[in-house]
């Protein structure tokens, strides 16, 4: 089975904190994926990478900046995390190519004070 | 203009029923690919079921079927013989190929299922 682990199920942070969520997965995908999820709004896409040191800009990346110097692991830092980024944010990885699904983390709920 | 609409923000349905999760999509892209997840209470997204723009049959995983009038732009889910363990929300997303694949899935804003004894 896939696996996508997430380092924290739930942070609490306060506003001007340096903030990073981790995400690892075991299945060699080359692509991954952050997106944050709030009530009302459904999933957006924050940054993507399809490989070792690469980046995209998703459809919300402002505040957030990524980093991945592993296959395996995608990093999300919130470089001065402000009241307006409590949210649910799940992180994902896929196959390069082809149909298959994203597979989700367990999600990591912060909540900035 | 959104991508990805889901009409119905909450459905009450009583056990056994069938139930028809409402999708339309909105793309340019000829190949495209979209997909239903399940996310119960404790947070994780469950895929349930994929459909590719090119599929000539409707896809079917178990109790689920996806209905896709690609005419339309349409990809309702359809849960058979619904359960309590089906209460939760219900995404429907789309990714659009010209990515090569590596872009991220463009979702819906949920459908919340419940589904009453």
């Known amino acids: 089975d896939v696996k996508v682990t997430q380092s924290s199920r739930y942070l609490v942070k306060r506003t001007g904190e340096k903030v990073f969520l981790e995400c690892v997965q075991d299945?060699?995908?080359?692509?991954m994926f952050w997106y944050r999820q709030d009530p009302g709004l459904g999933l957006r896409l924050i940054y993507f990478s399809y490989d070792v040191k690469m980046k995209e800009k998703g459809d919300i990346p402002e505040g957030y900046s990524v980093s991945r110097e592993k296959k395996e692991r995608f990093s999300l830092i919130l470089e001065s995390a402000s009241t307006n980024q409590t949210s649910m944010y799940l992180c994902?990885?896929?196959?390069?190519?082809?149909?298959?699904?994203?597979?989700f983390g367990p999600g990591t709920r912060l909540l900035v004070l | 203009a959104q991508k990805i609409t889901q009409t119905q923000p909450g459905m009450f349905v009583q056990e056994k029923e069938a139930v028809t999760l409402d999708c339309t999509y909105d793309?340019?892209?000829?190949?495209?690919?979209l997909f239903w997840y399940k996310q119960p209470s404790s947070g994780e997204m469950i895929f349930l079921i994929y459909q590719g723009s090119y599929d000539q049959q409707n896809a079917t995983e178990g109790r689920y079927s996806l209905n896709f009038q690609k005419a339309r732009k349409s990809a309702n889910l359809v849960i058979s013989a619904s359960q309590l363990g089906d209460s939760a929300m219900y995404f429907c997303a789309m990714r659009e190929n010209s990515g090569g694949g590596a872009d991220g899935l463009t979702f819906g804003k949920g459908t919340h299922l419940i589904i009453q004894p």
């Open positions: 299945m060699d995908h080359e692509n």
């Open positions: 793309t340019s892209d000829p190949s495209y690919g």
């Open positions: 994902a990885s896929s196959p390069r190519t082809g149909e298959e699904t994203q597979y």
